[in-house]
């Protein structure tokens, strides 16, 4: 004789335990709030599901991380970009405070007054240098469309650079203050000499020519634009004299100074736009070659 099983004892087992689990679950409720014996227990179910929590939170300590990291790089480049430029115009326009300084002091004891020298600059950028040695020639990244015109100053943070001699549209090129070919009108700023320097085709070296022997010049002189010749703006620092040496029987100075820019590493320089006569540049007549 064949035996049925029935079908429906282990779902009406799985039903009564689902009524016991939930008579439990109530008992242990109504437990919790009334005593605090279940405290404990709650506790340490915490603690063994701290791993799980920690687990479960990492894709959101991902997202924070990158966010704090790679989004605040990113800020901080551009912040230091704009702070280097800023920097940069305000120590274009600080250089002259030496200056000013010596300027204010005779002008002090000889009107009862001060002079305030302050020029427009334009940020630019070296995008090449001449690869001709004797050439002492930069390229700038501003052309006529941002204004630049021939014979325009060029400056760095520590002085001057140069002047314009070719602009294009987009581009310019720059003839550095130690070119063979350049020179500029200077004076003393300790005292108020005027002379000249030249270049001589180094970048570290410029010569003072022409000072008589007795003239009161002497090394760590700072030379600073005198705005004679109507080219540059007067008070820019252009170099330090770095020896004078004085023959007897010889009517001039052998003057060397030391230019103050970082003439072969700025990479972002200031166009200054003075108020200042269109003239051509000047410029030293250029020797003939050798035979």
Known sequence: MLLIKPLFIQESNLGLRLVLGLVLVGALLLADLRYSGLATVRSGIDTLLTPIYLIADIPSAISDWQDNNILSRRSLLEDN??????NLVLQGRSQQLASMQADNARLRALLNSTALLRDDVLVSE????????????????????ADVYLGQPLIDAQGLMGQVVEVGMTTSRVLLVTDPRHSVPVQVN?????AVAEGVGSLDQMAVNHVTATTDIQAGDLLVTSGLGGRFPIGYPV?????????????????????????????????????????????????????
């Open 239 to 291: 170099a330090v004299v770095s020896a004078v040496e004085r023959n007897p029987g010889e009517a001039f100075a052998r003057i060397s100074a030391t230019p103050t820019a970082a003439l072969d590493r700025a990479r972002h320089v200031l166009l200054v736009f003075s108020q200042l006569p269109d003239i051509e540049p000047v410029l030293k007549p250029e020797a003939a070659p050798s035979e």
């Open 81 to 86: 970009d704009r702070l280097r430029r800023e």
């Open 126 to 145: 070296i995008i090449g240098v001449s690869p001709d040695p004797v050439r002492h020639q930069l390229v700038l990244d501003k052309g006529a469309e």
């Open 190 to 194: 300790r005292n108020g000499v005027r």
